[in-house]
């Protein structure tokens, strides 16, 4: 089937099966590969991009219900790349040094950006509960909070 919709702004239309997962839909047809495949069952959080607005996990949403939707992944947070403004999310992250393989990391930050969006001053269990949708092997939770506060803090300045 073709299937129209946008990403990260920009109108994309690809011709897949209608079970085709979105994330792979990123990954294999636009060659957008900061969003990762961790467990293909809702269950990690390493898909994670936006779904009109909202977190979804790319590896459960497929072709047939796409056409239309505007979807955002880790790519549209700083669209000129490090060399260009980057995002607060981003930046946080990276003062924090949050990251240790970083396979995880930018559904941690999708995950994110979605609580700040809608909560733009969670506290540290609001945060928690949260990013609870979004695992990381390395450990990193501590530092995720951290940088989430700080990013917090620099949106609403
Ligand atoms: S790959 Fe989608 S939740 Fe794990
Ligand atoms: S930084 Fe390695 S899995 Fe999270």
């Excluded at 695992?135 to 909070?145: D, E, M, Q, S």
């Amino acid at each position: 089937m073709n299937v129209n919709f946008s990403v990260n702004g920009e109108a994309a239309s690809v011709d897949v099966e209608p079970d085709t997962p979105l994330l792979w839909i990123i990954r294999d047809h636009l060659g957008l590969t900061g969003t990762k495949f961790g467990c293909g069952m809702a269950m990690c959080g390493a898909c994670t991009v936006h779904l009109d607005g909202a977190r979804t996990f790319s590896c459960q949403i497929q072709a047939r219900s796409l056409e239309g939707r505007d979807i955002t992944t880790i790519e549209g947070l700083s669209p000129e790349g490090p060399e260009g403004d980057v995002h607060p999310i981003q930046r946080a992250w990276i003062d924090e040094q949050v990251p240790q393989c970083g396979f995880c990391q930018p559904g941690q930050m999708m995950a994110a950006l979605d609580l700040l969006n809608r909560n733009p001053s969670p506290t540290r269990e609001e945060i928690v509960v949260h990013m609870n949708s979004n695992l990381c092997r390395c450990g990193t939770y501590p530092r995720i909070v951290k940088a989430i506060q700080a990013a917090a803090e620099e949106m609403q300045a």
